[in-house]
């Protein structure tokens, strides 16, 4: 099974002020406290990313290892452009 990051965004005035980092983390350490329990079945985290949205995707990537897969055709229903990319970080 997998943990999902749903939604996450920093307004671009406070971004680059560790506010994203530390989401991310604070999921990463969650995951690490139960990871032996209720968690024991978590070997992925999984965002999807629009396919225009660079920051985001050199975000997750270079700062905390996800990796970029497959890309989904008309992921978001109301944003242009509408794909994205699934982003995974190998837990076990």
Do not use: W
């Amino acid at each position: 099974s997998r943990l999902y990051i749903m939604t996450l965004g920093v307004l671009a005035a406070y971004r680059n002020h560790g506010i994203g980092s530390k989401l991310v983390e604070s999921v990463m350490e969650y995951y690490e406290s139960e990871k032996d329990g209720k968690l024991s079945t978590v070997d992925e985290i999984m965002v999807h990313t629009q396919t225009s949205n660079m920051d985001a995707m050199n975000f997750y990537m270079d700062r905390f290892g996800f990796e970029k897969g497959e890309l989904v055709e008309n992921y978001y229903k109301r944003i242009d452009p509408p794909h994205c990319y699934v982003l995974r970080k190998k837990l076990r």
